[in-house]
């Protein structure tokens, strides 16, 4: 879409327009007083609204426009005369908001799309609001995705209205096991930072937030620190607890949650977070970007299954073609030549380079998996030589070398191979037969260090 350069009263008084200014039939004026010139049939033909508000106000010249700012109405009606709009962070949820209110539907549509495209720390608590407001359930959504991952981000961010934010949408938010936070401090961080913003109405729902906390995941300091802090301490709807030397964070939490279930029935579903957070899967997103100044990868950590977006964890030169996790371990595949190792947990590289393996030449080209957290290489060399049998290596991080644990003990072609359990399963086809190939599966029971042969699927 366009860009306008003018604005609407330039847009009014110039191109096909300016021969057009003698049928203009109203005036739309702001609660700030600013009027601007319009043709009633421009405006009704592309909106509900206007065509509504002009039928019943069809001798009136001048009709006001309440609680729309002047430079939204601005960039609105140059949307409707010119199809172009200047969309960016600080106008969009004023637009979002605005082009719901006058039944805009092809410019929400728009402002909908930019603000998932490009949303960040800054502007993603400010849209969920907007979008609450006007009731978009696809950018409430997103929002709420984008804030699960980037919370911490928020949380370091000027202006990023999480004080703002409903009480709903934060418990929705703080109780999440997938909420992607260092440590606890954060989530409490976030509840003092909404408490005291308007401490005289929102002490009574303290309680409820501290509920979201991970008691397990308190450490010692944090949990004095809360029971100390005042929106506890002096928190007169936080009753019936003796402040003894028996007290802590979790008899707390629990007579919090027995109190208000019994008293108030809307609290019968209050959060009963209990166990770690944990999101139930995470992702890494590699993302290849190259320049004619720079080739890099940047690494991304999400828990969000559309892996649409995901916080970046670190940048490298490196060209990643394959990566596999193991434990706390990411190993880095880069060019079949080499194998770096990242620490997603402490986000950092491991300073170290895995060593190519014997009589390989430097070359990975076989087939790499993960087994309780160890990585396993498979040979697939397509050897000549009168044993090509397959070796299987095992790589010990410790010592940061390879280890050989078995040979296969047939002569196949390798075509895959997957873990389960303890077993390594490998399926290929044998090469003593050259004409009439045969399919060949065996497993490794790397406990018992002992093989055995599968029959083949009826295929």
């Keep these: 879409m366009s860009v306008p350069s003018k604005s609407f009263e330039e847009i009014f008084k110039s191109g096909k327009w300016e021969s057009m200014q ?9 609660d700030e007083g600013t009027t601007f010139r319009i043709h ?4 009704a033909q592309r909106s509900i609204y206007f065509h509504t508000l002009f039928s019943y106000n069809l001798n009136q010249e001048k009709i006001v426009i309440s609680n729309v700012d002047s430079k939204i109405l601005d960039s609105i009606l140059q949307y409707i005369y010119t199809g172009a709009i200047t969309l960016d962070e600080k106008n969009l949820c004023d637009l979002l908001v605005t082009s719901d209110y006058l039944l805009l539907d092809d410019l929400l549509k728009i402002c909908e799309s930019f603000a998932i495209q490009n949303m960040t720390s800054t502007n993603c608590l400010p849209l969920l609001i907007a979008a609450l407001k006007i009731n978009r359930l696809a950018i409430i959504e997103h929002c709420y995705r984008y804030a699960l991952v980037h919370f911490e981000d928020i949380l ?6 999480l004080e703002e934010l409903p009480l709903e949408i934060l418990t929705k938010l703080l109780e999440s096991k997938s909420l992607n936070v260092i440590s606890e401090r954060s989530v409490w961080r976030a509840i003092v930072s909404w408490t005291e913003a308007d401490s005289s109405t929102r002490l ?4 409820i937030l501290l509920t979201c906390l991970r008691h397990e995941e308190v450490e010692d300091d944090l949990e004095a620190e809360i029971i100390s802090h005042t929106i506890v301490s002096s928190n007169p709807h936080i009753f019936g607890l003796m402040l003894n030397e028996g007290f802590n964070f979790c008899t707390m939490k629990r007579a919090i949650l027995s109190q208000y279930v019994s008293l108030e029935p809307d609290n019968q579903n209050l959060p009963c977070s209990y166990g770690p957070r944990m999101p139930s899967r ?9 320049t004619k100044t720079e080739v890099s990868t940047e690494l991304f950590l999400s828990c969000d299954s559309q892996l649409d977006f995901g916080r970046q964890i670190t940048k490298t030169n490196y060209l990643p073609t394959k990566m596999l996790r193991a434990g706390r371990w990411i190993y880095i595949f880069i060019m079949r030549r080499w194998i770096a190792i990242f620490n997603f947990v402490e986000e950092a590289w491991s300073g170290r380079e895995v060593p190519p393996l014997p009589n390989s030449q430097g070359f990975f080209q076989g087939i790499t998996i993960i087994l309780r957290e160890q990585l396993y290489y498979i040979n697939q060399g397509m050897g000549i030589s009168r044993d090509s049998r397959k070796i299987i290596y095992r790589y010990e991080l410790e010592n ?3 280890e050989h644990i078995t040979v296969t003990p047939l002569d196949i072609d390798i075509t895959g ?3 389960i359990k303890d ?8 090469r003593s037969e050259l004409v009439h190939r045969i399919m060949i599966f065996q497993a490794y029971d790397t406990e018992k260090d002992s093989w055995i042969s599968l029959p083949a699927p009826n295929i």
Excluded: C, H, M
């Design 400 to 402: 940061n070398r390879w």
């Design 156 to 161: 370091e961010t000027s202006g990023s209205k």
């Design 204 to 207: 009574p729902r303290a309680p």
């Design 282 to 290: 995470l992702y890494l997103i590699a993302r290849f970007t190259s």
């Design 423 to 430: 077993e390594i399963f490998i399926v290929g086809l044998s």
């Design 417 to 419: 191979a997957v873990t």
């Design 40 to 43: 009633r049939l421009v405006l």
């Design 22 to 30: 003698q049928y203009s039939d109203a005036a739309l004026q702001t």
